[in-house]
């Protein structure tokens, strides 16, 4: 089963893909794909209307995150390609929510401070229920599974010596293009990670190759920190980036970054100069 989001006549609407068919929610239901999992679940979306999705702008999947916990140097050949020791264990920052945007919608790169912009394909995880705190989450406390592209400006990642604000921007961090629920998706490790600028494959690994598996990653972010329905935790990215490269190649104006993951979809997002929107 997948959730997905979209919007008709101005506003947020839900929607279950199940056997291909996608189910419109009505317009009294919730903007939360958790409650719509469980819709999907209990088989209510069954009686829903049909809906073409490709007529139809696609939102990022999760409205909002009160958290979004992410995960750096979480694959050996990244970190190898970053001149980074590999950690001993997981290196986490945090990404502002307003960072959020959909899997198709333009990346805006405040260029007037940032110009080494750069992009990086994840799995992402979205917490179902409240976990963590004494108890440390497991894989059952995952509801659901997505697509991330967590977008780094980097030299003010490194020019503040701390990752937040640089990969915090709005519109930093793509989502999408849809939620993927673990029984469709199996286990998080054995899927096939790329990312590609301009049709060029840039990106490409397993995520049975991160440093840090999922349940690990599950059990360090939550040990002592509560996690909420809702929570969005990045994974980590391979190796390929384009500022780890020599010469290095950072986005420019109009450039098209298609980062996926297998099982479940890929996200299309044209990156744009914020001064060229207002020329």
């Not at 990244?78 to 990346?107: C, I, M, N």
Request: hydrophobic residues 40%.
């Amino acid at each position: 089963m997948r959730i997905a989001r979209t919007l008709i006549d101005g506003r947020p609407r839900i929607v279950v893909i199940d056997a291909d068919a996608a189910h419109l929610a009505p317009v009294e239901h919730a903007d939360d794909a958790l409650v719509a999992i469980a819709s999907g679940r209990s088989g209510e979306h069954s009686t829903w209307p049909l809906i073409d999705l490709d007529a139809y702008e696609l939102l990022a999947p999760v409205a909002t995150a009160g958290k979004i916990i992410a995960v750096g140097l979480n694959y050996v050949d990244h970190t190898a390609e970053t001149g980074f020791a590999q950690p001993e264990r997981p290196l986490t920052f945090a990404k502002y929510t307003t960072s959020l945007t959909g899997p198709y919608s333009d990346v805006v790169i405040p260029d007037h401070i940032a110009q080494g912009v750069d992009f990086e394909a994840e799995l992402a995880l979205v917490i179902g229920r409240r976990c963590g705190g004494d108890t440390p989450a497991t894989l059952d406390d995952v509801a659901a599974y997505t697509v991330a592209n967590d977008v780094s400006a980097r030299d003010v990642q490194f020019g503040d010596v701390q990752w937040t604000r640089g990969k915090s921007f709005d519109t930093f961090t793509p989502l999408g293009p849809w939620l993927v629920t673990p029984e469709e998706f199996g286990e998080p490790g054995g899927h096939r990670i790329h990312a590609s600028v301009d049709g060029e494959l840039l990106q490409e690994d397993d995520t049975a190759e991160m440093i840090f598996d999922v349940p690990t990653i599950l059990a360090f972010v939550s040990d002592g920190v509560t996690l909420e329905p809702g929570d969005l935790i990045l994974t980590g990215t391979p190796a390929g980036a384009g500022g780890f490269r020599t010469p290095p190649r950072y986005l420019q104006h109009e450039q098209v970054v298609e980062a996926g993951v297998e099982g479940i979809g890929v996200l299309r997002n044209r990156f744009v100069h914020r001064s060229r929107l207002s020329a």
